[in-house]
């Protein structure tokens, strides 16, 4: 076991005079701490932004208008200023420097320099006006981790228009449900895909979607053989690419600061899943802010991060670009052949910075995995929930001890992190170095007064330049407002729990929606688990309280079991014994189930909202959208025998 807060790193003198973040400070002409300065950056939003502007020389044209002007939620920055995202992504001195290295998981690659990767993004842009697409449209795209998807990207945003994507083992109803809000003009799809070792066919799952958008005037296949499935409408990649000679129409339109650039989704797990806009100013200083000060990746690097391109990692990996770095681009399963494929990778490409989902960091440690050839890996990201202390342990242990261990807490909404790390600071077990430059995060108590050293709602104070623009289809706001600003006018409220401790470290307890409330006693959920899955016998859990206002209902776990474990009284004893003294009294689960999995999202977020209200009495179906799901055939495991 080990505690919260033990000291696992701290930056050498070198570490923190070379990093990126200092440079800034220097050509600033700041002195002082990292706290100085995330103080500073959050008072002075105008003169911090826009000096990100100017240190990173970004491409287009400020105009004279204010740098902010209005309150959340409906700030506005930058007015008058026009931007191209794609410009800034594609700009560079040397076409010969490497951009894009692809890997999968039947172990192919392709690489692409700086030059090869505009001559693409200029074929497929040519395709595309070909098409009719234009400023403003939509190109949706039901696509795996490929540079296909990348490339369709960046000709879609240099020339204004509006991109979108899902990840092919989506379901056809929960892509439509996405996709037939946007009403796109064109979809880029592929005919399968590999997961697992196994090929996965999905041209009956594009025609399905494609007969339920009216708007499309062509689909795009991307085909793992030459045949082109039929249509009229129909064509393959290459012939998009085709017509356009090499580098053939690569120009880039100025939009408005706050263009749209991407609609994201929300999980979708009840409902809808909410369209979030994002701009094309807001993303490229938020994640060049990011990426270069708390990632502190530039030229030389090598970025890579484990998600698909239905995750909004996907769309920070990408952001790589922006810093100057050669981004990964992985396709398959992260557990295939072995639990270190991912790690495998990292060292045949000289990664300097791996990030992946807390889970697999989890899953390698109860692997037993002692990873190696990591000589250039410098950090290593993990985000998607809390990573426990020993996951933190375990990453000096038998990773690299040298390593900058950096869990990070954000969101879709944002498409990056409040909090995180930075190379100026230590990293402690369990532990979140710092609120990140420019995100004014603070914690709430139940009277909505700022806390520290207590744990209480996490809300940002202040606008932040990569909050969205708007909901598609919410031309009053509303929808946008009572997602965020509903509890706390004018103040953002994220949904999650969070404990600023005096230093400025930050500990995330999971969601706040989720909370477990025992006797008067709140506690996230991520302590739970991290005592639960510390059993060498427990793959994975999921804790239920099924209290409501005003009455104490029943605390449940369940628990899937590792290959071979059952679910013994001694082993039942064990955990309640853990959970009596590690936690209390209150928090030993009144009932212990083992079931065959537990409910995750695509993204691999554990539902616990849904399987409360299926506790509850909320039928299965109503409960949760089985196509947001990665497993939706667990959920009825939850059903509640019927009394009597």
Known sequence: ?????????????????????????????????????????????????????????????????????????????????????????????????????????????????????????????????????????????????????????????????????????????????????????????????????????????????????????????????????????????????????????????????????????????????????????GIVLEHLKSLSFHQDLGEGDVFFWYTTTGWMMWNYLIGGLLAGCAIVLYDGSAAHPGTDALWRVTAEEGVTYFGTGAPYLVASMKAGLKPSGLERLRGIGSTGSPLPPEGFAWVYADVKPDVQLGSFSGGTDVCTGFVGAVPLLPIRAGVIPCRCLGASVESFDPAGDAVVGEVGELVVTRPMPSMPVMFWNDPSGDRYRESYFADYPGIWRHGDWIKILPDGGCVIYGRSDSTLNRGGVRMGTSEFYRIVERFEEIADSLVIDTGRLGQEGRLLLYVTLADGATLSDDLISRLRTALRGELSPRHVPDEIHAVPGIPRTLSGKKLEIPVRKILLGTPVEQAANPDSMANPEVLRHFVPEPAG
Not at 89 to 106: H, K, M, T, Y
Not at 265 to 274: A, H, W
Request: charged share 25%; proline share 7%; net charge negative.
């Open 1 to 281: 076991m080990v505690e919260e807060g033990t000291l696992l790193w701290e930056p050498t003198p070198d570490v923190v005079r070379n990093a990126r973040i200092t440079q800034f400070m220097e050509w600033l002409g700041r002195s002082g701490d990292y706290q100085d300065m995330w103080q500073w950056s959050v008072e002075s939003p105008a003169d911090f932004w826009t000096l990100i502007w100017d240190y990173f020389e970004v491409i287009g044209d400020r105009g004279d208008g204010p740098v902010i002007s209005g309150t959340m939620p409906d700030a506005e920055w930058f007015s008058g200023a026009t931007v191209n995202y794609a410009a800034n992504a594609l700009c560079g001195d040397d076409p010969d420097r490497l951009a894009v290295i692809f890997r999968d998981e039947a172990g192919n690659r392709r690489t692409y320099t700086l030059g090869e990767l505009r001559d693409e993004v200029g074929r497929v842009r040519s395709g595309l006006l070909r098409l009719g697409v234009g400023r403003g449209d939509r190109v949706a795209a039901y696509v795996p981790n490929v540079p296909e998807a990348l490339i369709a990207f960046l000709a879609t945003a240099s020339l204004g228009a509006i991109w979108s994507s899902c990840s092919p083992d989506f379901g056809a109803p929960s892509v439509t449900d996405r996709f037939t809000q946007i009403e796109p003009k064109v979809l880029i799809a592929v005919d399968g895909y590999r997961y697992g070792g196994r090929p996965y066919d999905r041209s009956e799952v594009v025609r399905e979607i494609a007969a339920k958008l009216p708007t499309l005037k062509a689909t795009v296949w991307i085909t793992s053989a030459d045949a082109v499935p039929g249509g009229g409408n129909d064509l393959s990649w290459e012939e998009l690419r085709a017509e356009a000679g090499a580098g053939a129409g690569l120009e880039f339109e100025p939009v408005p600061f706050d263009h749209p650039l991407w609609v994201l989704y929300s999980s979708g797990t009840t409902g809808l899943p909410k369209p979030i806009v994002h701009g094309h100013g």
